[in-house]
């Protein structure tokens, strides 16, 4: 998640685009699966990484989500990479306010080591032109980032409609009270999404390595690699 918030080719770190008053607010996520501590930041501003500042949070505060100033004056304590030229620095990969066809968007990564440990983060620069303050999904445990001892999951899209449906957390769920698989799992949590109105997609892995990666845009960017040297990237 940290080389995709470099990268620029995203809405999440350098690639993200201001809000309507100018100003670049960040959002990000990470979560432990093996004993579910997580961290979150929301409406940061002024940091190159934010889900370093989330990885902070979970490590260093006894709180879950720090959002705002609250959470700038938090990780000033920190050593963390900071932004003294916002305008400088940032070069959003989209400057209308359409919303966004699965081209770029919210970066996200999931995975599973070599004792069935599973873990998620997210990052994000939200909506094209929001509001201030506008926080998404990405930020908030459960919503758009989850992990546990079944599955990990990192969601990208519409937030407002993943909050909705709380995606992340009932991929668990499913699989947990229904039994179902992880194919069938991530199919029914999206095609809620889908009947609400909402767009977007998730990634996900469960204990036994099985992946999914379902989405209701036009394309995705997506794609997973193993310790056996397996690796893909799709677009489509």
Partial sequence: VHELEDSGLHIAGRGSSPNTKGKWEQDAAIMDGSNRRAGAVAAIQGYKNPVDCARAVMKHSQHILLSGKGAEKFLKKRDLKTIGNPHGYYRPIISD????????????????????????????????????????????????????????????????????????????????????????????????????????????????????????????????ATWRGEFDVKVF
């Fill in 97 to 224: 306010a359409s919303y966004d066809d699965g081209t770029h968007g919210t970066v996200g990564a999931v995975a599973l080591d070599s004792e069935g440990r599973l873990a998620s983060a997210t990052s994000t620069g939200g909506l094209t032109n929001k509001p201030p303050g506008r926080i998404s999904d990405s930020a908030q445990i459960g919503s758009g980032t989850w992990a546990d001892e079944r599955v990990a999951v990192s969601c990208t899209g519409q937030g407002e409609y993943f909050m909705r449906v709380n995606a992340a957390s009932d991929v668990s769920a499913r699989i947990r009270y229904t039994r179902s698989d992880l194919e069938n799992a991530t199919a029914c949590v999206l095609e809620e999404i889908s009947l609400l109105g909402g767009q977007g997609g998730l990634i996900a892995i469960d204990r036994l390595g099985r992946v999914a990666m379902p989405f209701n845009t036009s394309i995705m960017k997506r794609g997973f």
